[in-house]
């Protein structure tokens, strides 16, 4: 198992270009994320799909869309990217929360994003 | 609004010594906890987690946390630490209908020192 894929790994772009960043995974998880790192913050949720079909806004949505592709594909798009964009960029799944609680996400390698 | 703390953005210690990292959280209701561990250019990986079972939760590479509700805490020890422990610590809380959001707390980086 190839667990989570993210791709690309690095990426520059200039202020206004837009890009979408690709994540699967073969877990056969309902639950997909999109994170962003940034030093000294911790982990930031920017969109989440609770299963396919559906997405919603987490803590830091502005600036980006999200698109749930099939069960297994979630992809992040910048529609014109800010310098303030500029950061890793994790995406996890994980089963469906249930009556047992919140289940352990699993991460991908990240993209390292650069906005000039 | 729930929250995670972090004590210390880093920690050093020799290599042999005790491991303690320490996580207080805010929640109005029982909450969810995780510590995770990321490697240098690498993404998360799931330590341990704390589910109401029980109140120590033993993990992953020896690590270990303990429930207080009373303190609201959940601090990560190790008894004896190894080199390859250098990373980063991150501990979680997950909230929210149907516990989707996870609020992480900002990370200490362990250091090892021969």
């Known amino acids: 198992n190839a667990g989570v894929t993210q791709t690309p790994k690095f990426q520059v772009l200039k202020t206004g270009q837009s890009m979408t960043l690709q994540c699967a995974q073969d877990?056969?998880?309902?639950?997909m994320y999109w994170y962003r790192q940034d030093p000294g913050m911790g982990l930031r949720l920017i969109y989440y799909?609770?299963?396919?079909?559906?997405?919603d806004k987490g803590e830091v949505p502005n600036g980006y869309n999200v698109s749930r592709l099939n069960k297994r594909e979630f992809s992040l798009r910048l529609e014109s990217a800010a310098p303030s964009q500029t950061s890793v960029y994790f995406c996890a799944s994980s089963r469906v929360p249930g009556q047992g609680g919140a289940y352990e996400q699993y991460f991908g390698p990240g993209t390292r994003l650069t906005v000039t | 609004a729930q929250s995670v703390t972090q004590l210390g953005s880093h920690v050093s210690v020799s290599e042999g010594a005790l491991v303690l990292l320490r996580c207080n959280y805010s929640?109005?209701?029982?909450?969810?906890l995780f510590w995770y561990v990321q490697y240098p250019n690498q993404g998360l990986q799931l330590l341990l987690k704390?589910?109401?079972?029980?109140?120590l939760v033993k993990g992953i590479n020896g690590f270990e946390a303990e429930f207080k509700k009373s303190e609201t805490s959940f601090h990560l020890t190790k008894p004896s630490a190894h080199m390859s422990d250098a990373a980063e610590y991150f501990c979680?809380?997950?909230?929210?209908?149907?516990?989707?959001?996870?609020?992480f707390g900002a990370g200490t980086r362990l250091f090892v020192k021969a």
């Open positions: 704390y589910t109401s079972a029980a109140t």
């Open positions: 799909s609770a299963s396919e079909g559906t997405t």
């Open positions: 929640s109005s209701v029982p909450p969810y």
């Open positions: 877990m056969n998880h309902n639950s």
């Open positions: 979680a809380v997950s909230v929210g209908a149907g516990g989707f959001k996870t609020i």
